[in-house]
């Protein structure tokens, strides 16, 4: 069964760093852009920061020049380097990727299970 395991979450000071980490496991064929989305209560589902297989990357204008994405295609794992944080960052933080589990299946989008980060001030 695929999964997407996140890690490294936490509550943090405003201005400290976390670093955050997801892991995809089960039949995989080929994964293609892994991503970081946040979701803050009562508010959507926002796209942080993507990086396809290729490492172009694209971050959200409130994150740019803090946030850092990353990948390891060997080891099939993400991770988000997060400085200078701001309260306004606290949300719990899921991965994403598009995922080809054999050569002749399309791809599919799938989810972790979310990671809480608060920053307090």
């Known amino acids: 069964q695929l999964q997407l395991v996140e890690s490294g979450g936490g509550l943090v000071q405003a201005g400290g760093s976390l670093t955050l980490f997801c892991a995809a496991s089960?039949?995989?064929?080929?994964?293609?852009?892994m991503a970081w989305y946040r979701q803050a209560p009562g508010k959507q589902r926002e796209l942080v920061a993507a990086i396809t297989n290729g490492g172009s990357t694209k971050y959200a204008d409130s994150v740019k020049g803090r946030f850092t994405v990353s990948r390891d295609n060997a080891k099939k794992t993400t991770s988000m380097q997060m400085n200078s944080l701001k309260p306004e960052d606290t949300a719990v933080y899921y991965c994403n990727a598009d995922i080809k589990t054999r050569s002749y299946r399309s791809s599919s989008a799938y989810w972790g299970q979310g990671t809480q980060v608060t920053v307090s001030s």
């Open positions: 089960g039949t995989i064929f080929r994964i293609n852009t």
